[in-house]
């Protein structure tokens, strides 16, 4: 479920009016749902509870401080990609035992910070970074805790931008070669190998390419087990969510509503997973990412003007690509509602942003309540991949972040001040 809903035709998050944050806080404004976090924190969680896990949150679709405290309270460990992410984690309460470090590019200064902090875990892309993983922990007198990042060659049918389980593209290594690795991987002094990882893409709505992968590696994860001495395996994050229909009024359980009946549910996950890692004997970790965060948030901006060119009719909002960045990069669709909910008719709208660039579209010739300057609309979720990829692109401050919690809101994140985007720039010495 997620806690964004219409009370008295009011738009709101949880115990509060989404009106009444955008008059306080201004527009564009991201605000999450620490409810709808936990929910799906939780319902993953315990769907997962007959094996011996570890949800390790994909911060990368949202590392908000508030949200990661929100998941760090519920003993959520990390899924981090640099070493800004696992101060990020740390900053935020989170514990540096419960984070993984994953990536194909991790620096030595990386590496070097994360085993000082004693993570749970190395996910190795490449042979090359494990010889330098070893010769840094050797350097520091560590045990550096790697798992290896399997590719098992199975198309996970998603966005081609975020397919990441087949020989095409740059991450893991072939599952063929991967037996020979570990057996190298043993000899090096200051590496343990402790589990073995995969992550076949993200936006996942079945559970076949999920159960492919599982039963190609499972046979591969008893056999390092036995030979290695492997405690986990790890089979990333990708859970799909429902960007349509992900808010019908007054629908909070929308996962058991007739248009989710397509989507992977937690329960359906679990009931096809559970039995192929239980007889593993391993300690089972997940990547999720969107699942927990994607539904959980939503991009409140403010229509500026109406405009009608020929057949065409644009409400052009206050927020843009560089808030939002994911319709315009994945052409993805998010579901786009009024805040004061509306009986006008329907009008084929393009909702576009500000920006001088044909891609700045949130959406197209969409039938939507027909909108006036002033109206705010509110993108629905934005809660994964969206403010994290925001820029200043166009010189414009990066938007302010709420969290709401019942009754009560915090900002999380302060609207950027203008002067602070070149803050950090200056004229040459010659230009005086
Ligand atoms: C991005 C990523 C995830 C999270 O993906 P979601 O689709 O958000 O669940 C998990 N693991 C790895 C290795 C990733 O790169």
């Not at 007889?279 to 994607?294: A, D």
């Not at 315009?328 to 909910?341: D, G, L, M, T």
């Not at 302060?414 to 200056?426: F, P, T, Y």
């Amino acid at each position: 479920m997620h806690d964004f809903r219409y009370v008295n035709g009011r738009l709101h998050c949880e115990g509060v009016s989404i009106a009444s944050l955008a008059k306080q806080h201004g527009t564009p404004l991201y605000v999450y749902s620490s409810k709808t976090l936990a929910d799906h924190f939780t319902k993953l969680s315990n769907a997962l509870a007959p094996l011996d896990h570890l949800i390790c949150f994909a911060m990368k679709s949202n590392s908000n401080l508030g949200v990661l405290r929100t998941l760090a309270d519920l003993e959520s460990g990390f899924d981090t990609v640099s070493g800004g992410e696992i101060q990020r984690a740390i900053a935020a309460g989170g514990n540096p035992k419960k984070c993984v470090f994953a990536g194909v590019g991790k620096t030595a200064e990386e590496i070097a910070f994360a085993l000082r902090k004693g993570i749970y875990c190395f996910n190795v892309e490449s042979e090359a970074e494990l010889e330098r993983i070893n010769r840094i922990a050797g350097k520091l007198k560590k045990i550096a805790p790697i798992a290896i990042r399997v590719n098992p060659n199975v198309d996970a049918k998603t966005h081609k931008k975020i397919t990441t389980g087949t020989y095409e593209n740059k991450f893991g290594i072939a599952i063929e070669k991967i037996p020979a690795l570990y057996a190298r991987a043993a000899k090096l002094k200051h590496i343990r190998l402790r589990g073995l990882q995969m992550h076949i893409g993200s936006q996942l709505t079945q559970i076949k390419p999920f159960a492919d992968a599982v039963r190609k590696i499972a046979p591969l994860a008893v056999k390092l087990k036995a030979k290695h001495g492997i405690e986990f395996i790890s089979i990333g994050g990708g859970l799909g969510i429902m960007y349509e229909d992900a808010l019908v009024s007054g629908k909070a359980e929308w996962w058991n509503s007739k248009e989710a009946k397509n989507i992977l549910t937690p329960e359906k996950y679990a009931a096809t997973l559970v039995p192929l890692l239980q007889p593993l004997g391993l300690k089972v970790l997940l990547e999720p990412g969107r699942f927990i965060s994607g539904n959980a948030g939503i991009l409140v901006t403010n229509v500026e003007y109406v405009k009608r060119t020929g057949k065409k009719y644009f409400a052009i909002v206050d927020a843009a690509m560089n808030d939002l960045l994911r319709p315009a990069f994945y052409e993805s669709y998010h579901e786009i509602v009024p805040v004061k909910q509306s009986k006008a008719r329907p009008v084929n709208t393009d909702v576009v942003g500000g920006i001088c660039e044909t891609g700045d579209t949130f959406c197209k010739n969409r039938p939507i309540p027909r909108v006036a300057e002033g109206d705010l609309v509110a993108i629905l979720s934005a809660g994964a991949y969206g403010f994290v990829m925001a820029s200043t692109y166009n010189t414009r401050p990066l938007p302010a972040e709420v969290l709401v919690k019942g009754k009560e809101s915090a900002l999380v994140r302060k609207r950027q001040k203008i002067k602070k985007i070149w803050e950090e720039e200056a004229t040459a010495p010659w230009q005086k």
